[in-house]
């Protein structure tokens, strides 16, 4: 039996969401927020003072550890477990002030620094499996960050028990905490050689028991427009405003499909998340969406067309469309050595749980770890209400993740001759 000390878990968590960690998706920089490594520090800190001498935060805010392999046997391969510090841009993560619900009764929450953000059980149905428990959410003004600080605080309890429990044998237990994966560069300059892993887990994951081994596969598009400009005050006959050319084709953008707001399960997307520009040049940046490279295909040759009918109806505009990969569905990667999942799955049983496979409608830092060499599926931390102020996370699911790891490290060392 694994005893994760609830406790300290739970002050853990709390602690950690206390610092801000926001990354920034229009900074050039490594990290792109230097904030970020405030956290990251005292992750170093706490890992060398676990007795992980190994543990080093390197100048683009990565941290890496190594918790020793304790077993006799010789073949048992180093297992990475990852989680990234940074929350997401979507909502303020400045002054986060969690709150502990002991003993959950079921009723509305009404969060007190906001009172027009109030968490019902009828919008998150999940809160009835954590009547009587802990909940920990915000205050109203803020995300909490359990996207993904529990994470973070999962692997972290995991760690400490392993190093206080030495009868519980594995191998060599790779610890990696990334920057910026909310803005799409958590491995941007990661270090494989220091990562020291040829099988990894992600900790960036929803409810209880549940194990995702399939994201999108995603692109960015870029629509520019280019207008003909002109004196507005002598303007009959020549200008052609592009700014008005990108309005249309947004309009043009069908209102009951093909859109985050109107898709789920498999189903794909196209989505513009920003424009700009002026009557000269104006673009559109979009993000494509679908579980296969056949289906982006056809959403960029779909969304190309409306957009050059669209400009066809002015006539002196022109139009360029830009293609940016931005990741690939790990299924692919991971279906190539299946056991890194069954290892997953038992270990989530051994934990009590009710396996539940999903796949991820997003990536996670395991969608390019996957391609990186590094085969990542991803495990739940209890994590809810994401990117949001009414985000909240169970205290019960941590424990279950944190002693998913340490389980998950029982089979790997057991598996192996």
């Not at 048992?76 to 990234?84: G, K, R, T």
């Not at 009764?105 to 953000?117: E, S, Y």
């Not at 009414?390 to 389980?407: F, Q």
Request: proline share 4%.
């Amino acid at each position: 039996m694994v005893l994760i000390n609830k406790s300290e878990l739970t002050e853990r968590f709390m602690r950690y969401v206390q610092i801000d960690t926001q990354s920034d998706p229009n900074s050039e920089a490594q990290p792109t927020t230097e904030k970020q490594k405030d956290l990251s520090i005292i992750l170093q800190q706490e890992l060398l003072q676990m007795g992980l001498q190994d543990a080093v935060l390197d100048e683009y805010g990565y941290v890496y550890a190594t918790v020793p392999s304790n077993t006799d046997k010789q073949n048992v391969p180093a297992v990475c477990f990852c989680s990234h510090v940074d929350t997401a841009p979507d909502c303020s993560g400045t002054n986060v002030k969690p709150i502990l619900h002991s003993n959950y009764d079921g009723n509305d929450i009404v969060l007190p620094d906001d009172n027009t953000q109030v968490l019902k059980m009828s919008d998150a149905h999940y809160l009835k499996k954590h009547i009587g428990s802990e909940i920990i959410t915000a205050s109203g003004l803020t995300l909490l960050g359990a996207d993904d600080k529990s994470g973070v605080a999962v692997i972290m309890q995991a760690a400490k028990t392993l190093i206080e429990n030495p009868s519980i044998k594995h191998g060599d237990v790779k610890i990696v905490f990334t920057p910026d994966e909310e803005v799409g560069k958590g491995t941007a300059k990661i270090d494989m050689e220091k990562v020291g892993a040829k099988f990894g887990y992600t900790l960036d994951g929803g409810e209880a028991g549940s194990l995702e081994d399939e994201t999108f596969s995603a692109d960015a598009a870029v629509i520019t427009v280019f207008g003909i400009s002109a004196h507005p005050g002598y303007a009959k006959g020549s200008l052609v405003n592009a700014t008005k050319v990108v309005g249309a084709i947004l309009d043009t953008l069908p209102k009951n499909e093909w859109s985050p707001e109107t898709t789920e399960k498999r189903e794909g997307f196209v989505h513009p998340v920003s424009m700009g520009g002026i009557a000269e040049k104006s673009h559109i940046n979009f993000i494509v969406r679908d579980f296969t490279v056949e289906g982006l295909k056809a959403h960029h040759e779909r969304l190309q067309k409306l957009a050059k009918e669209v400009v066809a109806n002015f006539p002196g505009a022109t139009l360029e469309y830009k293609i940016q990969e931005q990741y690939r569905n790990m299924k692919e990667v991971l279906d190539q050595v299946p056991h890194v999942a069954e290892y997953a799955k038992e270990a989530i049983s051994r934990a009590g749980l009710t396996l539940k496979i999903e796949s991820i409608r997003g990536g996670t830092d395991g969608s390019r770890l996957s391609y990186m060499g590094l085969p990542s599926p991803n495990i739940f931390t209890g994590m809810q209400g994401i990117h949001s102020k009414l985000e909240w996370i169970g205290v019960n699911d941590m424990v279950k993740a944190s002693e998913t790891i340490v389980h998950l490290c029982q089979v790997w060392e057991e598996r192996s001759q």
